[in-house]
C-alpha cells in the first residue's frame, strides 16, 4: 500500500542494480531524480527532463521505461536496471564494449540510455535488421548523429546471439 | 504546484472514492501525460494523484466476439497481445506507430485515450490565450503559427488536435469505453466520448471528475475485412501524426459491402469519416470512388495558414490507403 504518512512525502522500498534501498522523499521526486540527486548514481543522464530524448531510460521490472517521466514512488516494491547495473564488478557488458569498439558516441550525453534501450531491445528480440533496430530505438535521440555507429554496435552483439547479462 | 500527495490504493472502488471526493486529486496511470502536464509544463494542477497503475484492470479476455482491454494494459503489452496480432493487426500497427517503446511500455490504454493535446501553446504556461487552459481567454495558435493542429472539428475557439493513433484504429472498429464512478458502471462508444471543443474547449470528453475508465471493448472483426493503418510524419519514427488513416474494406464480388475510415493528425477528436464510409458502401472498390469518399471525408476543413496543406495530404492518404486494403496496386 503506497501512501504517505507525512504530508507530501512517500516512503519508497526499491531494489537498485540488485541492491535494496529505503528512502523517504517528496511524492514529486521522479526516478530520475531519485537515482541522481538521492542515491548519487549519476550514470543516467537528464537531457528532456519531459520523455522526448531517451537519455534517462532505465530498466523497470525488466522493461525500458523513461525515468524523467516515472515518480519514484511508482517504483515501490519494484526492481530498477541503471547503466551501472550493467557492470557490476568493473567488468563490461558487451554492448558496453561494442559501443567502444564501434565508435558509438561523441559527446556520451546519449550513451547510457542508448546502451540501456539496447539491452532491453536484444531482450524484446527487435534486432533482427538494421530497419527493425532503427525503428525500436527511436526513442533515444543523439545530438551527435552516431546513429550509424549504434546501429553497428547493437548488430554485433545482436547476430552474436544476445548480449544479456 | 508545492505538495503532491501520492496514493495508490489497491481496489477499484477505493481509487474512485479517493478522486471523487476530491476537486484536487486525479488518476494517475503510466503518467507519461499527466506527469508531464503537472510537474514539467505545470499546466494542470493537482493535490493529490492516485495511481491506478497496480489495479486488477490489467490484460486482455474474448467474451462473445469482443475483445475486453483493462484499462491499465500498457500499449506494448496490447501490441504484443496474441488476438490483437491475430485478429486486430490494424490496433497493432497504430499502437507502434505511437511513441517510442520506452514510452509505450508506460502508457495505458486508458491514458492513451485521454491524453491531452500537444498544441504548445496549451502547454505554455507563458502564452495567455488558451481557451482549453484558460477558458475565455481566446487561442493564440488560431493566430500565431500552427501546424500541428486539427482543421475537423475546429473553429476559432479552438484548433487543438487529438494526438492519439490508437484511437483512430479504435473508432474506425466501432470501440466502447466502460466506465466506473461512484453510482456505478456505464459504457459509452468511443464516437460518441469525445466532445468537439465548440464554445468549451476546455470540456473534452463525457467523463464527470472521479470516473474511471475501466476497459475498452473492440469488436472483433469476421474474417474478410482488410485493414490498415498509416501514418504520414516529419520524421521517419517518433513523431506525431501530420495525418494519418485507419481503413478497412469488405469487398464482395467486387462491390464494397462493409466500409470503415477514420482520421488521425487532422481532428480535434479522433475522426470517423461517417461521410465517406456512407458512400463507398454498395459501390465498386476502385480510384473514381476512393477520389469521391476522399474528397466528402475532408468538406469544410477549418484551416489557418500552417494547416492548410493537411487537406490535401489527407486526401491522397485516404486515396493510397484505401487502395491498398481493396487489394490494388499501389
Ligand atoms: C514524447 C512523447 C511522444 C508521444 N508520441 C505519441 C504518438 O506518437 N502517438 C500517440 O498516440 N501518443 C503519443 N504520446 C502520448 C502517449 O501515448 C500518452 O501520453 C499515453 O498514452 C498516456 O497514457 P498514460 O497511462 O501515461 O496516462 P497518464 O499520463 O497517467 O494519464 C493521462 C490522463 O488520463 C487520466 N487517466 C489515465 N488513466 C485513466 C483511467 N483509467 N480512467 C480515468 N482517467 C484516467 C489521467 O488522470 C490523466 O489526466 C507521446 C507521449 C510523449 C511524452
Ligand atoms: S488550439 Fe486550443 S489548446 Fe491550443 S491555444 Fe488554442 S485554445 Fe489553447
Ligand atoms: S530526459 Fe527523460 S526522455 Fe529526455
Ligand atoms: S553521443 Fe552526443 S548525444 Fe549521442
Redesign the interface.
Known sequence: ????SV??R?TVTVQVNGQERRLEL???V?LLDMLREHLELTGTKKGC???AC?AC?VL?DG????SC???A??C?GREVTTIEGLAPGGELHPLQEAFIRHDGFQCGFCTAGQIM?AV??LA?E?AGSDAEI???M???LCRCGAYPNIVAAIREIAQQGGGMP | ??????????QVAEAIALVSADPGAAY?AG??TQ??LL???GVVEYGT?V?I?RLPLRGTSVVDGVLRVGAVTTM?ELAADAVVIERLPMVREALLSG?????R??ATIGGNLLQRTRCRYFRDRAVAACNKRAPGSGCAAVRGPARMHAILGAGENCIALHASDLCVALVALDAVVGIEGPDGQRSVPLTEFYVMPGERPDVENVLAHGEMITHVDVPLPAAGLRAQYVKVRDR???EFALVSAAAALRIEEGAITEARLALGGVGTVPWRAWAAEDLLRGRQADEANFRAAAEVALRDPYTVPGTEFKVGLAQRLIVRTLKYVSGAQT
Open positions: 500500500m503506497g501512501g504517505a504530508v507530501g512517500t517528496d511524492s514529486r521522479t527532463d519531459q520523455g531517451g531510460t523497470l522493461r525500458r521505461v523513461v517521466l516515472t515518480l514512488a511508482q515501490d534501450s532491453a531491445l524484446e527487435r532503427r525503428e525500436f527511436s526513442g533515444n | 504546484m508545492s505538495v503532491l500527495e501520492y496514493r495508490r490504493p489497491e494517475l503518467g507519461t506527469l508531464d510537474l514539467k509544463d494523484l495511481d497503475g506494448e511513441a517510442s517503446t520506452q514510452l511500455n508506460m521517419a519514427s517518433y
